[in-house]
């Protein structure tokens, strides 16, 4: 086993050795990895006795290379008895025997052995018990919460038949995570000093949605009568988080409290149980725990996060670190317990309490340390892990041994954002970079103020999919206005990024006041944080001249990781029709609905459709290839025709046919029309179709062409 050294100031004033603060000043002395053998309690009954006992240093070892158990004798020598083998739990050291055949009223004496490859056996101290037909009732268990239960007994026997000599009889209860647990006494032991024959206890700092198993005891030295085992299941209870503006929200309160000022349970590195208590510290985790199965947190998610969809877990050293440097930090008081308040920038804060440390059952330093895991082991020396520390000094990252128990108080990942709120009094807006656009500003690292004063929670801008912008411009005085729009978007890495081109399918067409969609996708490459977040519009300044200085924008919606199903609409491939457009036999056209065609009365049912901007729609078609006469061209350009009923908004692309959102088709393939359809709102339509020009006369065999609508995509969908 190793052992730890500490020097300096700031240690030898804190007055502890076995937890630091400091990363500095560091000894090690290494001796000889020995084991420790000592012998517990013995549970009996009137004929029959489960031993207790423990031995250190045999985790790493096959279990075909050691024996465990106990000796015992009717005589003060229990190796001049018999022997019982018995069981050796890993986890925790332990080992049980259980006896039989025994003498009511006698009393042996006994000692937990361990011998090693069959040649060399060590003892454990010497101890008797006496057994007896006295007997000891459990209690159901009362008043359960996510954290508390009262647990207590009642004796049936005398208190000369407990404890001779005595009207004070020790009583006692014993919890753990298992039925053999209790009996091995590997959990938490309440000792009750008391004339009453009945009594309770309130056993705290337990894990939410978890079953325990306790038993009443009462005990003749070392003789343990044990009641019987019954268990009880604590609630859930979903954690309270803060916003401090940092990357994670921070739990109000520890593992195992359910008030800020509590200090809950203490738990060794590593351990999910939160019920070992030996100082060997190979009984612990010796690597990185955070998100792992040695993560308590992690472990008990299911019961803390409630209605949540991120998962809470252990605060890696980075995560602390960020903690100490992006909050104040006030030594203070709450309901008496002394701790640390973090506030963060945004004025929201959460309380430490100083809860010391645990060495097996000794608890130092409360009300004057607070020590808390991390989820990292020490890069220095793997008998300690990292901690948060602090004192009325202030707080920094140390070392811990990791057979300590510490708090731990849990993160978590803000819930998804699927729409950011927008203080639209601090975005920006004008001809920032003089270039004749006009540029809205929600936030750019490099801007015009911003950076400093943002109208946005940039920490809460994470996207995988898509997002979608929604804008009013007004104040636009001039006729003829012709502009495009678009984002500049970059994320704190630059990648998702979008930089627009102003007549992409991401853009919009501005022609005048109203309100606009600008969006972007990812292409499944999540985004987080923000260097640049702009919309330009290009153009709009040098059309308006010192008209510009009447406009006023403002952010309606910032929307993330939109559903295809709210973006895109329905259309029944079934009542789709390839023909000849006009019937004049020279261009094809794909009719999704025609008051005056083939589709009238029906096709696609179209007065639900109702959007503000582009309508994008991909397609597929087959049986060009091998379907052309000789000499085609293979080369068709294709674009949208549309027309609300009003016949307004609409588009029938260009005379060239190389308007924004045309393409051009050559063979059997994918592709994708799109068109600006201005600021109002599009209801309905009378005509709605792709057109294929010059497809049709080209083809030897036009039936045999077949088409599907992949998608109509609409970002502006109401």
């Known amino acids: 086993m190793k052992t730890k050294y500490l020097a300096g100031a700031l240690l030898l004033s804190l007055g502890f050795a076995a937890a630091s603060c400091s990363d500095d000043d560091y000894s090690y002395a290494t001796g000889d990895i020995v084991s420790s053998i000592s012998t517990g309690d013995a549970v009996v009954t009137a004929t029959t006795a489960v031993t207790e006992g423990n031995v250190l240093g045999l985790s790493s070892y096959s279990s075909s290379s050691y024996e465990v158990g106990v000796y015992y004798s009717t005589t003060s020598d229990p190796a001049a008895g018999k022997k019982q083998t018995g069981s050796y739990d890993t986890a925790s050291g332990a080992v049980s025997a259980t006896i039989s055949g025994l003498t009511k009223g006698q009393t042996y004496y006994y000692a937990t052995y361990v011998t090693l490859q069959g040649k060399v056996t060590k003892f454990g101290e010497t101890k008797n018990f006496t057994t007896t037909d006295a007997r000891i009732a459990t209690a159901d268990a009362a008043s359960i919460t996510s954290t508390t239960a009262v647990i207590g007994g009642v004796a049936d026997a005398s208190a000369d038949q407990i404890n001779a000599g005595s009207t004070t009889v020790e009583y006692g209860l014993r919890l753990s995570d298992s039925q053999d647990g209790v009996v091995e006494n590997t959990g938490d032991e309440y000792v009750v000093t008391s004339a009453e024959k009945s009594f309770s206890v309130t056993a705290k700092g337990l894990l939410p949605a978890h079953t325990y198993y306790y038993a009443s005891y009462f005990k003749m030295g070392s003789s343990v009568v044990l009641g019987d085992v019954k268990s009880f299941t604590t609630q859930s209870k979903a954690m309270e988080y803060v ?83 992006g909050t104040t930090q006030e030594w203070t008081e ?97 001809d920032i ?23 946005i929670n940039v920490q809460q801008l994470k996207f995988s999919k898509n997002m979608i912008v929604t804008f009013t411009l007004s104040g636009i005085e001039a006729e003829g206005v012709d502009c495009y ?22 853009d919009c067409h501005v022609t005048g006041n109203g309100t606009y969609t600008v969006w972007m ?5 999540t985004a987080e944080g923000a260097n640049v977040f702009t919309i330009d519009i290009d153009g709009l300044h040098t059309a308006l001249g010192d008209g510009i200085n009447n406009v006023k924008a403002e952010i309606n919606s910032i929307k993330f990781d939109v559903e295809d199903s709210q973006m895109q609409y329905y259309v029944d491939n079934s009542k ?34 109702s959007f503000s901007g582009y309508q994008i729609i991909t397609y597929t078609i087959t049986g060009i ?25 609409s588009w029938w692309g260009n005379e060239t046919h190389d308007a924004v959102g045309s393409s051009v088709v050559t063979g059997d393939g994918t592709y994708t029309v799109f068109a600006p359809l201005d600021a109002n709102p599009c209801a309905g339509a009378v005509v709605w179709c792709v057109e294929i020009y010059g497809l049709w006369k080209e083809l030897v065999d036009p039936s045999l062409v077949k088409v599907n609508i992949d998608s109509v995509v609409i970002p502006g969908k109401k």
């Open 243 to 325: 916003d401090l503006g940092l990357s994670v929200l921070w739990a109000k309160y520890n593992i195992g409290a359910e008030s800020e000022s509590e200090t809950g349970r203490l738990f060794g590195y590593g351990d999910v149980t939160g019920l070992l208590t030996s100082d060997y510290n190979g009984y612990y985790a010796n690597a990185d725990i955070s998100q792992t199965e040695n993560d308590v947190v992690n472990a008990i998610h299911a019961a803390i996060d409630g209605e949540a969809t991120m998962t809470s877990f252990l605060p890696t050293q980075a995560l602390y670190e960020e903690l100490i440097n």
């Open 334 to 430: 709450v309901d008496g317990v002394s701790g640390v308040r973090f506030t963060g920038k945004n004025g929201n804060s959460v309380f430490f309490p100083a809860a010391g440390y645990r060495s097996e059952q000794t608890v130092s330093e409360e009300g004057e340390q607070g020590l808390y895991w991390t989820g990292n082991v020490s890069t220095i020396n793997g008998d300690y892990a990292k901690t948060l520390c602090f004192g009325s000094n202030g707080a920094t990252i140390g070392n811990s041994e990791r057979h300590l128990g510490l708090a731990i108080r849990s993160v978590r990942q803000p819930e998804p954002v699927f729409e950011l709120a927008v203080d639209n009094s601090k975005i920006i807006y004008g």
């Open 433 to 455: 970079e003089n270039n004749g656009r006009l540029r809205i500003e929600i936030f750019n690292l490099y801007g015009a103020g911003t950076a400093a004063n943002p109208p």
């Open 485 to 506: 729009g678009g984002l500049e978007y970059a994320d704190e890495s630059w990648d998702p990024s979008l930089w627009s081109a102003f007549n992409s399918k991401y």
């Open 521 to 525: 996708e990812t292409g499944g490459v």
């Open 576 to 609: 789709v029709l390839f023909n000849s457009k006009d019937g004049e036999g020279i261009d094809g056209r794909i009719e999704i609905y025609n008051e005056y065609g083939d589709t009238k009365g029906a096709g696609v049912d179209v007065s639900d459709l």
């Open 625 to 649: 290839d091998g379907n052309l006469i000789e000499g085609a061209s293979k080369n068709y350009p294709t674009e949208l025709s549309y027309a609300t009923p009003s016949w307004w908004p």
